[in-house]
Structure formats: structure tokens, C-alpha cells
């Protein structure tokens, strides 16, 4: 067993408490891995928000986790010790979907990922009382200086990329940057409009750009994140307090190819399929409980479908966007604000108030 120290939530109105945790050593299959930085993302707010019941607490969140390898589960072969890795989603890899090289949408992503805990149900950590802790948060729970992944949910990555800015890469960036370049594969001269830039939608705009776009329109309320998506690539910009907004992101022109939608709400997730010009496409990726409402009529020539994971295969997507970064071509880097493991709460609330795009949890060794 490792001692490590870990960001534990121990209920919905909680703070996150930083406590010394024990996590197991690795089974076959499994991967141990320090963690040099984790990412805050959108999807440990629902964590931590009460969606999964009383029982998924006491937790350790985090799955945009970055490190290296510490040690390797029997059977495992695809990373050794010292490899740097960035931690990303699970899957199976035999379910139809994985086969045809689809893993976002694996047969048993949700028990894999959303579970917190492994297929049968038991987790990698316990407190010092020896109270088990959900811990397999997308098979990493990388909120922690150790985690524990599958040989299937690590990707080795170049060891001069430094691993304090990766960890977005397995989640966040890879969502929004993946809808645009691998769903909706967007070509030269295309136009697309992104609603909602935050980190997810303004990797979406910086994919935009390397794609070629033609017109990239950013959506968003917060004017410092609009300024920050014409650095990035945003062509122009569109306030959504607008009262218009489907006629302020048309401003008299004909509909877009393509647009994605982050926000998760149900009236610009409307607003993202009017404005598509017939055979447009539509990526929904906002997390979120809202419905989708429009007419068939409206559908006519055109597609809507929601993305998980950037419909990526992380092994290869992952590495391509490092080699795009080192060139310069994708700088994600830009969106990312560090603090330490013990700022987990400021982090939060930083993210909740937009005052950080991206956090990036150190955990004190990048």
C-alpha cells in the first residue's frame, strides 16, 4: 500500500479536505502513477454536486490527471516505469464500439467512469480508519499524489512535454479540440460558431483554427473569455446576453457548417441548431440536464449528435495535440492557472465565478 495525500470530499455541501489516504497497489491490468497535475474540469462540479447518491461519498475526484508511471500491475505492457503518461477516460476494448476504434463510447463507459468504483464495485483508496473511499473516478481519482489507472485509460506522452500542463489534455481539451477536428472534421474555409468558451469551447475554437476555418464565432457572457477567443482564434465575437442571439451570430450572413454547443442549456442548445445552414452539423458536448427542444422541420438536411470525449482514440489524439502544442499551433497552455493541491477550494470557486478558465492542481513536484 501508498500513503499519499489526497483532496477528499466527504459530502455535496462539503469543502474538499486534504487527508493522508492509503491506495492499493496495482492489479493486473492497472497502472500506479504519481501525479505531478490534475485538472479541475466541469464534470467534477457534477461530482461533487450529489447526482450519484449518498453512497458515492466519501470521494477523491480528478480525472484530467498527468504523471509518471511509479509502478505497473501484472500483464501490462504498454507503459513501464518512469514513463510520463497523461491519465484520460476508460474502456473495455473488446465491446463492439472500442473495436472499431470508438472507445468514448464504449459499452461500459458509464460503470467504468462515472462509477467511481471498478466493474466489481470496489475502489483503490481508504482513509486512515480504513473507511473505503471512492477512488476509481474515471479509473483515476487523480485529485491525489497517487493514483490508480488502467493500462487502457494512461497514454504515454513525449517526457520533454512538461506534465504541469497536460493533465486538461485527457478530458477538457481533448472533448472540445476532438468535436471539432475528429466528429465534425472541420476543412479549410469552413465556418463554425462554438457557444460557450471556456476551456472546452475555446480548445474547440483553437482546433477551429488549425483546421483552417474560414470563420470561427465565439459565443460566450464573460467578456475577459471573449478577448481571450480572438487570441486564440475567434474571428469575432458574439455577447449572449444578446437580445437577437440568433440574429447577433448571423449578423445578415448565411447559416454556419458547423456549430458546437458547451453551455448545456436547453435554449442556446436551440440557438446552435438554428443557426446551422442546411446540411449543418451540430456537436452538443455541455454537460448538463437540460432538453433539447426543436421541430423535426427544423432538422431538415441537418444533424445533431452529443460528443463524448472528443470521439477520440486518446493514445493517438492525445500525443498529436502535445506535437501541435510544441510547435505552436495549439496553445492550451494559455487557458491554464496553477495552484497547489491544498487550493483545491479556491480553485473551485475560481472556475464556478470564471475567474480561471482552466486550474491545474500541483501536487508539488512539477
Known amino acids: 500500500m501508498i500513503r499519499s ?21 496495482p492489479r493486473s491490468g492497472e497502472v500506479l502513477v504519481r501525479v505531478v497535475g490534475a485538472g479541475l474540469c466541469h464534470t467534477d ?7 450519484f447518491g449518498p453512497d458515492f461519498y ?33 474502456s473495455c476494448g473488446t465491446c463492439p464500439p472500442c473495436l472499431h476504434g470508438s472507445p468514448a463510447y464504449c459499452m461500459t463507459f458509464r460503470e467504468r467512469n462515472l462509477s467511481g468504483r471498478r466493474l466489481d464495485h470496489s475502489g ?6 480504513g473507511k473505503p473511499i471512492t477512488s476509481r473516478w474515471f479509473a483515476q481519482s487523480s485529485f491525489s499524489e497517487y493514483a490508480i489507472a488502467t493500462e487502457r485509460n494512461v497514454v504515454r506522452v513525449d517526457p520533454e512535454a512538461p506534465l504541469g500542463l497536460l493533465g486538461p489534455l485527457g478530458c477538457g481539451v481533448q472533448t472540445g479540440a476532438g468535436a471539432v477536428l475528429n466528429e465534425l472534421r472541420v476543412r479549410p474555409g469552413q465556418r463554425i460558431v462554438v457557444f460557450g468558451v471556456g476551456a472546452v469551447g475555446l480548445s474547440a475554437v483553437m482546433a477551429a483554427k488549425l483546421a483552417g476555418a474560414g470563420e470561427i464565432v ?4 464573460n467578456p475577459a473569455r471573449l478577448t481571450l477567443a480572438v487570441e486564440l482564434g475567434a474571428t469575432r465575437t458574439v455577447n449572449a446576453a ?15 457548417d458547423f456549430s458546437v454547443d458547451t453551455t448545456g442549456v436547453g ?8 443557426v446551422l445552414a442546411w446540411q449543418g452539423r451540430c456537436a452538443l458536448i455541455g454537460g448538463g440536464a437540460d432538453s433539447l427542444n426543436v421541430r423535426p422541420s427544423e432538422l431538415g438536411g441537418r444533424s445533431v449528435t452529443y460528443v463524448y470525449e472528443g470521439s477520440a482514440i486518446p493514445q493517438l ?14 496553445p492550451f497552455d494559455r487557458m491554464i492557472q496553477h495552484y497547489k493541491l491544498d487550493e483545491l477550494n479556491a480553485a473551485e470557486s475560481d472556475a464556478r465565478n470564471g475567474v480561471a478558465v482552466k486550474p491545474v492542481l500541483l501536487m508539488g513536484s512539477a
Not at 477528499?8 to 455541501?13: E, I, K, S, Y
Not at 462540479?45 to 447526482?51: F, H
Not at 483503490?124 to 480508519?129: E, G, L, N
Not at 465565439?218 to 457572457?221: E, W
Open 45 to 51: 462540479l457534477i461530482g461533487r454536486s450529489g447526482y
Open 58 to 90: 466519501p470521494v477523491i475526484l480528478g480525472h484530467e490527471g498527468a504523471g509518471v508511471v511509479d509502478r505497473v500491475g501484472e500483464g501490462v505492457t504498454a507503459v513501464a516505469p518512469e514513463d510520463h503518461v497523461v491519465l484520460t477516460f476508460d
Open 317 to 330: 489524439f492525445i500525443p498529436e495535440l502535445i506535437a501541435f502544442w510544441q510547435k505552436g499551433l495549439f
Open 267 to 274: 435554449t442556446v442548445m436551440s440557438t446552435a441548431v438554428g
Open 218 to 221: 465565439a459565443v460566450d457572457l
Open 124 to 129: 483503490s483508496a481508504r482513509d486512515t480508519t
Open 242 to 256: 444578446a437580445d437577437d442571439l440568433t440574429g447577433a451570430v448571423l449578423a445578415g450572413g448565411p447559416g454556419f
Open 5 to 25: 495525500r489526497a483532496a477528499v470530499l466527504r459530502g455535496p455541501d462539503e469543502p474538499y479536505a486534504v487527508e493522508e489516504v492509503m491506495i492499493d497497489a
